[in-house]
Structure formats: C-alpha cells, structure tokens
C-alpha cells in the first residue's frame, strides 16, 4: 500500500477543482466529497485493502485495475449516494473524477462503472463466501468491543440480538434477474429477493451482524433463514452455553414415548386395525429419527460447551414469522433466551381465550396497548416440558380495529415484569429502523445487479457499509457537534458530497469543509498510527473513460 510522506513526488492536478500544493511541512489537495476521504483513510487504518487481497480469488484478468479494486469501488459507490452504478461516472459530480477520493482508498483512481460491473458478474457463491469471511475478519475486533460493553465484565449482561427478513422487489425485466422468486415483498405480492439479516443492539447504536440474500419466497420458510444465520451469528459475536440437561431430557421423554409406541402394536386388535398399526408404526419411525438427530445434536453441543469457556447470554427478538415450533425447540437446545411473537393473537381460534379475561386482567403496558398473562392460550409443541411465558397483547387501531398478539419468552417475572418484557419486544422496531437505512440512505430497496451471487455480494459491502460509517468515528475526531452527533443519512447524503480541502501534516490528517457547503468550517482529523500512500497524480479525467 503506498505511503505518504514528504519524499514522494506530487504532480499538480489541474482538472476537477483538485489542486495539491506543496510545501516543506504539508501536502494539500482539494476534493468534491469530502468524507468520503475520511473514510477512505479509515478504510486503510482497518487494513481493508490487504484483507480482501488475502480472501478474494475472483476469475478475472487484471489491467489497469484488480478485481478487489472494482470491489472497493462499489463500495465507495455506495457510501457516496450513487443510486445506480453507472453514478460513478455519470453523476453531476463524478466520483471517477475525484482522485483524491480514490487515493484515500488505495488506488490512483477508479475504474469506469461498467468494468465494475463486469467484475461482479464474474462472482461465484464462493466469492461471496470469501468476500463474507474477509469483511467479517476486518469487523470481528469492533463487534467484539460492542459486545464486551453490553455483557459486562461477568458476561451476565444481555447481548441482544434481531433477526428480521426485508424484501427487495425487482424492477423491469424481472426474469433476467437471477435467482429471484415471487413472495410478500414490501407490502404485495411480486418477485424479488429476501434478505435475512440479524442486527446487535450496542450500547448506543445498532449494527449489523451479518446477512443472507435468498429468494423472494424465503418469507414462508423465515424458520429456516433464522436458523441458518445462527452459526454466522455466533462465528462473529460468540455463543451461549447450549442447555444439554434440557436435551437429555428431551431425549428421554422420547425414549419413553418409543416404548409406548411398541406396547400400542402389540395390542392393536379388531376392526380398523390396520389403519391404526399403519398410524401407529408411521409415529414411531418418526419418533426415532427424532431420537436420532437428539443424539447427533447432544454430542455436538457437549463439544460446543466444553470450548466455550466465556459464554454470553444472548437475547433473541424476531416477530411471528419465525416462531415455529421447530424454531422454538432449537433455539431451547442451542441455549438462547428469546421473546418472539409467537404466532398471531387475533386468530379466531383463540378469540374466546382473549374474550375471558375480565377488564381489570388487562394492564396498559404503553399508549392504547394492553397486555395479561392471564390469557391461557397453549404455548408450542416441545419435545419436553420447559418453563416459557406467553404474554397476551391487544390495541386498537385509529379505524377501531383490535389487533392481538401472544408474545413467547423465556425471560422469567424475576428477571422483566411483564411491561418489561412486551417494552423489551417491541425494542426490535430497531431492525425496522436498520431495513429503513439500508432503503433510504443506501439506496439498497431494489438489486443493483442482475445476477444472483453479485446481490449477495452487494449485500454484504451494504452491511459493511452500514457499521462502517458508525465505526469511522473512532479513528476521526471532529470539531463540529453537528458531524459527531450526525446520523448516517446526514453523512452520506451531505457530508460525502461536500467540498473540503485536506491537509497532511506529519502523521495528522485535517480535512476541512469548504465554504458555501453546509458543513462549512467543520474538521475532520486523523492521527494516523501508520503511514499511507497518497500520491498525487495525474490520471486522464474524462468521467467516460473504460478502463479495466
């Protein structure tokens, strides 16, 4: 990665508005999007570059720029407000005509938005893999810091994590689209893709912690996506302590459950027999596969225990699309603490269970939202007995409607109260919030691409993305309230669009707004802890160039 400092030789630039000027002190430079160079060198201080170096092997020749550039590229395309990739070169600011932006970022400057594309088309399932892995290795250290924070020197504390599924409806030509399929997506039904993420509850801020891109009707099998992002969930933040005595008793309730399934054969008789020997002898294989896979998953979990010498204590939170049965009994046995909607109040079956409860059984836990435990709606099917609670719901809407709901949770009355506990439910708007900046400050609520494994790659510089511009700030200081305090959208909607000058000074790195911006005068500072290569250079500037 190349270095800058006061020996290296810096050409004017003359095009753009971006004119380095050199003395014996300092290095200068102007750029049109000013913290994008901010993050540039924060990039390069969490060694970027070099990661993905190391994990990506993509099939492609190299020119003038590598596959891990282009794959840097869109990155910065999406911290820099470009809707679609051709911005890149066709925005009325293009960031291919800024190389002060791509000279943050490692490269002397970008490639033409086509050739990016090229690059992504090139993807395969084990390029999102490497490109996960690489962005997960980068990350791991500052998730593990936010996590420390909520758990608490003991690790008692509660880790909290959401896992919900946002949708993204394809536009155009939707077969070319691969991969895709039709499902519920953003309020109707079309085709696209899904995407199951699962997001940390810091101590001030959320984050994501990884995230799957499937098809558009992964919605009807939400069950399976929250099972299958929890081994992603724990190669990042950790795990629980799985609860063993819990599935050795399972396994012994089944056990017995297989000798009465054998006398039931034995003394089967008379008319009809058949039919209930054929009923009988299809519950017990059932039964004994079940047996079967308690006994592989209990020997996996005693290994799981015995190399986890610092477990956390995570609290999941996912609505009613994911609490299945099925999804209940493994998350038992893997250890989690939840509270999950646990299916739909308002069925008509459990109707008159609601109406039973007498008035003074129902207390307002917020605005025009009541709730009871007194409600004696059956909890899920488990395959041994475990003490989960069931908190009634009910509200109304503005057109007089009543909604209900039953809220499932192992969190016990010792631990939250039963306000605490529907509060705490519904403290998962924050993943809301998260799909909601994802769409709106990322431009990520339809693919950018066409091919399947190139949306899944993008899906994870958007998470990337997501946690990097809260993580930016603890590299860079910064004189003004308003940028420390900004949120994410403020950052890059305005603050990457926004001309500012740059000064390099020794190892300190000022980046100062310009005036006639709106963060005029505001400052930005890195002390850098390494050098970095910052060459100034003259590359050719027609925002149509191709290169490769």
Sequence with gaps: MPLLNHHVEVRLMQSHG???????????????????VALGWVAQRLNLVDVLNRHLRINQKTYTHTPVDKVVE????????????????????????????????????????????????????????????????IQAPLLQQEVAAVAGPDRSGMVIVDIDLTGQKVRGE??????????????????????????????????AIDGLLKSGKANSRSGACLLELIPRVEARIGRPLRRVEWVEACLA???????????ALQTVSGKGSARRKQKLQSELQETVQVIRELNHRLRQYRQDNQTNPAPLRIVLRADSAFGTPEVIQRLLELGYEFTIKSYSGSNPAYKRLFDAVPAEGWVEVEKNRFASEAVAVPGPTLLAPYPVRLVAMRRWNTDGREVRSVILTTLQTEALTMTEVVKLYHGRQTIEAGFQEWKGTFHFGAPRLRKYEANAAFTQLV?????????????????????????????????????????????TLRLVFSRGTPLAGAEITLNRAVSYQCTFSTPRMSSCSRET
């Excluded at 309730?253 to 297989?258: D, I, P, S, T």
């Excluded at 997501?466 to 930016?472: D, E, G, K």
Aim: hydrophobic share 40%.
């Design 18 to 36: 971006t004119t380095p000027e050199v003395t014996a002190q300092a290095i200068k430079c102007t750029t049109r999007h000013g913290f994008l």
């Design 74 to 137: 869109a990155l910065v395309a999406i911290l820099g407000n470009c809707r679609y990739m051709k911005d890149l070169n066709f925005d009325p600011e293009p960031l291919v005509a800024d190389p002060a932006v791509a000279q943050a970022w490692g490269q002397e400057r970008f490639a033409h938005f086509s050739t990016v594309c090229a690059t992504f088309s090139k993807l395969t399932e084990e390029n999102v893999q490497q490109l996960s892995d690489a962005l997960a290795e």
């Design 174 to 207: 939707t077969r070319q689209y691969t991969g895709t399929d039709f499902g519920y997506i953003q309020g109707q039904l079309a085709r696209g893709y899904q995407i199951a993420a699962a997001f940390l509850t810091g101590k001030q801020q959320r984050f």
């Design 253 to 263: 309730q089944q056990k017995v459950r297989v000798r009465q399934l054998h006398q």
């Design 463 to 507: 998470l990337f993305a997501f946690n990097l511009v809260r993580w930016a700030w603890r590299y860079l200081s910064t004189s003004s309230s308003k940028l420390a305090e900004a949120k994410s959208r403020l950052l890059v909607r305005v603050a990457a669009r926004c001309r500012a000058t740059i000064r390099c000074i020794g190892d």
